[in-house]
Nanobody, 123 residues
Framework: QLQLVESGGGLVQPGGSLRLSCSASGFTLDYYAIGWFRQAPGKEREGVSC????????IYADSVKGRFTISRDNAKNTVFLQMNSLKTEDTAIYYCAAHRSYYYCSHYNYDYWGQGTQVTVSS
């Protein structure tokens, strides 16, 4: 079965850190650009960060720039999102998505989506 699986979400206090993982099963991520997205209750889905298939190119939403870092380990078939200095407004379900291309950072037309992992930032 071809799928993406996110993990690493949870409950954390403001100022804390989490590292999300996006792993692929049934296919290799080597040829896929990856995007991380999030959706909070009652809000539209928001793009968080994207990374090229090689890992050389990255981009971040202004809301997370300087706090979040996207990276990938193609040998482990996994993409990571390191989230530091978390704020209550980072609370959302986080999704990863894969697009078969060198670099892609749109909200639509991805080949695969994960099921999401909940991140809750609260004291």
């Amino acid at each position: 079965q071809l799928q993406l699986v996110e993990s690493g979400g949870g409950l954390v206090q403001p100022g804390g850190s989490l590292r999300l993982s996006c792993s692929a099963s049934g296919f290799t991520l080597d040829y896929y650009a990856i995007g991380w997205f999030r959706q909070a209750p009652g809000k539209e889905r928001e793009g968080v960060s994207c990374i090229s298939s090689s890992g050389e190119s990255t981009i971040y939403a202004d809301s997370v720039k300087g706090r979040f870092t996207i990276s990938r380990d193609n040998a482990k078939n996994t993409v990571f999102l390191q989230m530091n200095s978390l704020k209550t407004e980072d609370t959302a379900i986080y999704y990863c998505a894969a697009h078969r291309s060198y670099y892609y950072c749109s909200h639509y037309n991805y080949d695969y989506w994960g099921q999401g992992t909940q991140v809750t930032v609260s004291s």
